[in-house]
């Protein structure tokens, strides 16, 4: 079983659309983090929060904390192709030394 | 401003073989992380070390499998005596501290090694 379940597992949607992306656990995170992976290279680091209920803006996405630090959303406005890629969330868990990722929700944007 | 390296990109090797995987973190970080990840899945940790010493080593296999983080030089990851299911795609990340991790800094990844056993 997973630590962390990220749902949904694949969309595909139209550019201009809107989408969010879940990331949930039993488990109490010290942080979570979301990670942006393109095909054939590493996962790029999109953002970190940490306080709880906490959401934080980049551009078109915006990025929520549950008020219990056990879950986070990720939701982009206007989807474009650009957009494409494997969206996964990873989280630092109370106890534990390392990031656990969950499997990701692989994003299609098409034009 | 180098990233974290990882050497090489692409790897192929006979069942039997071994498999020898190198990180370079990034100037100033000193924890080191790999994760192995099969086609259309996530992460999967393996290992965290910090220099000359393993801190965590949960997520790997107890045969075949071992990692290192020299005082000089890069991490390895060794695969000995590889099998088919070995083949997927090996990613090392890097942090300055534990701390620093939560705060904005995250994990500096590799872009990985490909390995494929045939």
């Known amino acids: 079983t997973q630590l962390l379940e990220q749902s949904p597992q694949f969309l595909s949607i139209q550019e201009g659309e809107n989408l969010t992306v879940y990331c949930n656990s039993s488990?109490?995170?010290?942080?979570l983090q979301w990670y942006r992976q393109e095909p054939g290279e590493g996962p790029v680091l999109l953002v970190t929060?940490?306080?709880?209920?906490e959401v934080k803006k980049l551009k078109r996405l915006t990025f929520q904390f549950g008020d219990a630090r056990k879950d986070s959303s990720l939701h982009i406005t206007a989807a474009q192709p650009g957009d494409t890629g494997l969206y996964l969330c990873?989280?630092?868990?109370?106890?534990?030394?390392?990031?656990?990722f969950g499997a990701g929700t692989r994003l299609t944007v098409k034009p | 401003n180098a990233g974290v390296m990882q050497n090489p990109r692409h790897l192929v090797r006979r069942r039997g073989q071994e498999a020898r995987l190198r990180c370079s973190p990034m100037?100033?970080?000193?924890?080191v992380y790999w994760y192995r990840q099969l086609p259309e899945e996530g992460l999967k940790f393996m290992v965290y070390?910090?220099?000359?010493?393993?801190?965590?080593e949960s997520g790997m296999p107890k045969e075949r499998f071992s990692a290192e983080f020299p005082k000089e030089g890069p991490s390895i990851l060794r695969i000995q005596q590889v099998v088919r299911g070995d083949s997927a795609a090996y990613f090392c990340?890097?942090?300055?501290?534990?701390?620093?991790?939560?705060?904005?800094?995250?994990?500096?990844f590799g872009s990985g090694t490909r390995l494929t056993v045939v």
């Open positions: 070390l910090q220099k000359e010493n393993i801190i965590d």
């Open positions: 100037k100033g970080h000193s924890h």
């Open positions: 990873a989280g630092d868990v109370i106890g534990l030394n390392d990031m656990r």
């Open positions: 990340a890097s942090s300055p501290t534990v701390l620093q991790r939560d705060w904005n800094y995250g994990y500096t």
């Open positions: 488990s109490v995170f010290s942080s």
């Open positions: 929060v940490v306080t709880g209920g």
